[in-house]
């Protein structure tokens, strides 16, 4: 059994970006997380369109755009034309949720909604069969390097139940605090896809270490 691994270009260097994109494209991380913070929905300001342009522009794998930003349904349209496969909102920074999930599947990109560690699982009972990702919080969105909040992983399994009852076909994905040390918890838990951001970039063999996470549950 082995998940998808998602290492977020937060912790890569960017004045060597091109160089590691391609450590990226060279390794068995079959997605590349883009997290876009605004300094509102939560406190830190990471980087938007043009860095997602340059990331699309020396990659084919999927880029997996997760926007930690208010009003996000502002935006959709270009981050999809900056080179969005997957576009995820916060529960939390939308207040039209139906609506703006069917804004980003107009756009040909597919959906997905991100849950704040406090936020229950239940919130997305009503859209969970219109998601093709739901994405559980194990930090409080913002930064890098932070500790993964242990309870995440009983949400991930409430949200692997929530799925299989509702015969939805949507994708679960882990993100804060993922690394070799929880990695296999969180795919016996019912995890598809693994973020990690300084597990990967922080090591000493970051290739080496996207093939270890992704193949943590084989153990
Ligand atoms: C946190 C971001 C994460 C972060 C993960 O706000 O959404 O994607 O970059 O980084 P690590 O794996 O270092 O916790
Ligand atoms: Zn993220």
Redesign the pocket.
Known sequence: MSVIVAP?V??ADFANLQRDVEMLNNSEAEWI?I?V?DGSF?PNISFGFPVLQAVRKHTTKFCDV?L?IVQPERYISQFRDAGADMITVHYEAVTHLDSVIHQVKKTGAMAGVALNPATPVAALKEVVHLLDLVLI?S?N??????KFIPYATGKVREVKKMILDSGAKCQIEV?????LNNAKELIDAGADVL?????VFASESPAQTIRQIKFAAAK
């Open positions: 977020s937060l912790s997380h997290d913070m939560v997760h930690m919080m930090v969105p913002g930064f890098g390097g932070q993100d804060g605090g993922v690394g973020v990690a951001g300084n597990a």
